[in-house]
C-alpha cells in the first residue's frame, strides 16, 4: 500500500485559465472592476450629452452677419438680446404660460384619480388601475396626436356632440376670443392644451399615487378623531403630504411641454413655441446660433425648477 502511494503523481491545483486571472486581479482591485463598469456610461455622458450642451451654449454666443448670412465665431450677446425681442420673447412666454396651465390643470385632475387608487382599489382593481393609467402610453405619439386632430376637428365627435347639445354657439363663442385664436380646436391653444393634458397625464398620475400611498391612513383617522373637518385634514395634513409627489409629477409634465415640438406643429395655432422656433431657425433660417439660444431657455427653467423641487423633497416621490 505504501509502495503504490509511493508511485503515484502529487496532485497539483490547476493553473487558472486568462479568464480566472482577470477575475482573481478584479476580486483584489474592486476600484479597477468599479471603473471598467462605470467607464462607459460616464465617457458617453460626459462627451455626448455634456459635450454636445456644451456645444450649444457656445454656438448661442455666435451670431449671423448681416451680409453675408454666415455664422461670426467671434464671442458676442447679440443672439440674446435678438432673443429678448418682443416676437421671440412672445415665443418663450407663451410656451412658458402654456407649460404651467398644463401642469396645474393636470395636478387637478390627477389628484382624485391618485388619491382613489392609493385609498380605495384594492388587488384587482389596483391593477385594473395601473393598467388603465399605462395603456394609452402604450400606443404610438404620433397616433394619439392625429386621433386628437380628429376628435377637435370641425367634423369630428366633440363638434358633433356640442351640435346635439344645442351648444355649438358656446363653442363658436370660445374659438372667437382673441386669446385662443383658429376657427377649430384642432388649430387653437385650447385643442393644443387638451392634447397636452391628456399625453402627460400618467406622468402626473403615477407620482401622486406613489406619495399618497406613503401617507399612513391613521393620521387622516387622527385628524378626524382631534375634529378636524374633511377640508382641514385636506389642507394640513393629506396635502402637505402629497406636495411632493405633486411637484415630482410637474417636473414631468412642465418639462415636457416646455420642449415639445410635435402637438404645437399638429393641433396648435400659427402661432410658435420654443420647439418650433428651433426648428424653424436652425431649418428654415438657417440661423443655428438664435436656434441654440432657444434651447437655452428650457435648461435654465429647468435648472431652477429642479432645484426648487429638490428643496421641496420631490425626489423622494420619483
Given at each position: 500500500?505504501?509502495?503504490?502511494?509511493?508511485?503515484?503523481?502529487p496532485?497539483?491545483?490547476?493553473?487558472?485559465?486568462?479568464?480566472?486571472?482577470?477575475?482573481?486581479?478584479?476580486?483584489?482591485?474592486?476600484?479597477?472592476?468599479?471603473?471598467?463598469?462605470?467607464?462607459?456610461?460616464?465617457?458617453?455622458?460626459?462627451?455626448?450629452?455634456?459635450?454636445?450642451?456644451?456645444?450649444?451654449?457656445?454656438?448661442?454666443?455666435?451670431?449671423?452677419?448681416?451680409?453675408?448670412?454666415?455664422?461670426?465665431?467671434?464671442?458676442?450677446?447679440?443672439?440674446?438680446?435678438?432673443?429678448?425681442?418682443?416676437?421671440?420673447?412672445?415665443?418663450?412666454?407663451?410656451?412658458v404660460?402654456?407649460?404651467?396651465?398644463?401642469?396645474?390643470?393636470?395636478?387637478l385632475?390627477?389628484?382624485?384619480?391618485?388619491?382613489?387608487?392609493?385609498?380605495?382599489?384594492?388587488?384587482?382593481?389596483?391593477?385594473?388601475?395601473?393598467?388603465?393609467?399605462?395603456l394609452?402610453?402604450?400606443?404610438?405619439?404620433?397616433?394619439?396626436?392625429?386621433?386628437?386632430?380628429l376628435?377637435?376637428?370641425?367634423?369630428?365627435?366633440?363638434?358633433?356632440?356640442?351640435?346635439?347639445?344645442?351648444?355649438?354657439?358656446?363653442?363658436?363663442?370660445?374659438?372667437?376670443?382673441?386669446?385662443?385664436?383658429?376657427?377649430?380646436?384642432?388649430?387653437?391653444?385650447?385643442?393644443?392644451?387638451?392634447?397636452?393634458?391628456?399625453?402627460?397625464?400618467?406622468?402626473?398620475?403615477?407620482?401622486?399615487?406613489?406619495?399618497?400611498?406613503?401617507?399612513?391612513?391613521?393620521?387622516?383617522?387622527?385628524?378626524?378623531?382631534?375634529?378636524?373637518?374633511?377640508?382641514?385634514?385636506?389642507?394640513?395634513?393629506?396635502?402637505?403630504?402629497?406636495?411632493?409627489?405633486?411637484?415630482?409629477?410637474?417636473?414631468?409634465?412642465?418639462?415636457?411641454?416646455?420642449?415639445?415640438?410635435?402637438?404645437?406643429?399638429?393641433?396648435?395655432?400659427?402661432?410658435?413655441?420654443i420647439?418650433?422656433?428651433?426648428?424653424?431657425?436652425?431649418?428654415?433660417?438657417?440661423?443655428?446660433?438664435?436656434?441654440?439660444?432657444?434651447?437655452?431657455?428650457?435648461?435654465?427653467?429647468?435648472?431652477?425648477?429642479?432645484?426648487?423641487?429638490?428643496?421641496?423633497?420631490?425626489?423622494?416621490?420619483?
Amino acid at each position: 500500500m505504501s509502495a503504490l502511494a509511493t508511485t503515484q503523481a502529487p496532485i497539483l491545483p490547476n493553473k487558472p485559465g486568462l479568464t480566472g486571472r482577470i477575475s482573481d486581479f478584479l476580486w483584489k482591485h474592486p476600484h479597477v472592476l468599479l471603473a471598467a463598469l462605470l467607464g462607459p456610461p460616464v465617457l458617453w455622458l460626459g462627451i455626448i450629452y455634456l459635450g454636445s450642451l456644451f456645444a450649444l451654449l457656445l454656438q448661442s454666443f455666435f451670431s449671423i452677419d448681416d451680409f453675408s448670412g454666415l455664422i461670426s465665431y467671434e464671442f458676442t450677446f447679440a443672439t440674446y438680446r435678438q432673443l429678448l425681442s418682443d416676437a421671440n420673447f412672445d415665443i418663450i412666454v407663451r410656451t412658458v404660460t402654456m407649460a404651467a396651465v398644463v401642469t396645474l390643470f393636470s395636478a387637478l385632475i390627477a389628484f382624485p384619480i391618485a388619491y382613489y387608487a392609493a385609498r380605495y382599489a384594492k388587488g384587482k382593481w389596483k391593477a385594473v388601475f395601473y393598467l388603465g393609467i399605462m395603456l394609452p402610453l402604450w400606443s404610438s405619439y404620433l397616433v394619439k396626436i392625429y386621433a386628437w386632430k380628429l376628435i377637435l376637428a370641425k367634423e369630428g365627435i366633440l363638434t358633433w356632440i356640442f351640435t346635439k347639445l344645442h351648444l355649438l354657439w358656446l363653442l363658436n363663442a370660445w374659438l372667437s376670443l382673441p386669446i385662443i385664436g383658429g376657427n377649430s380646436l384642432s388649430v387653437s391653444y385650447t385643442g393644443t392644451f387638451l392634447v397636452f393634458v391628456y399625453v402627460w397625464m400618467p406622468f402626473m398620475i403615477l407620482p401622486i399615487q406613489a406619495a399618497l400611498e406613503r401617507v399612513p391612513g391613521n393620521l387622516i383617522e387622527a385628524s378626524s378623531d382631534l375634529g378636524g373637518t374633511p377640508q382641514q385634514t385636506f389642507r394640513h395634513v393629506l396635502f402637505p403630504l402629497a406636495l411632493p409627489g405633486i411637484v415630482a409629477g410637474s417636473i414631468f409634465t412642465f418639462s415636457l411641454t416646455l420642449g415639445d415640438y410635435i402637438i404645437p406643429q399638429i393641433v396648435g395655432s400659427s402661432r410658435l413655441f420654443i420647439g418650433q422656433a428651433v426648428y424653424a431657425q436652425q431649418g428654415t433660417a438657417g440661423n443655428i446660433p438664435l436656434a441654440a439660444a432657444f434651447t437655452v431657455v428650457p435648461i435654465v427653467i429647468m435648472g431652477l425648477y429642479l432645484w426648487i423641487a429638490k428643496r421641496m423633497g420631490a425626489f423622494d416621490a420619483l
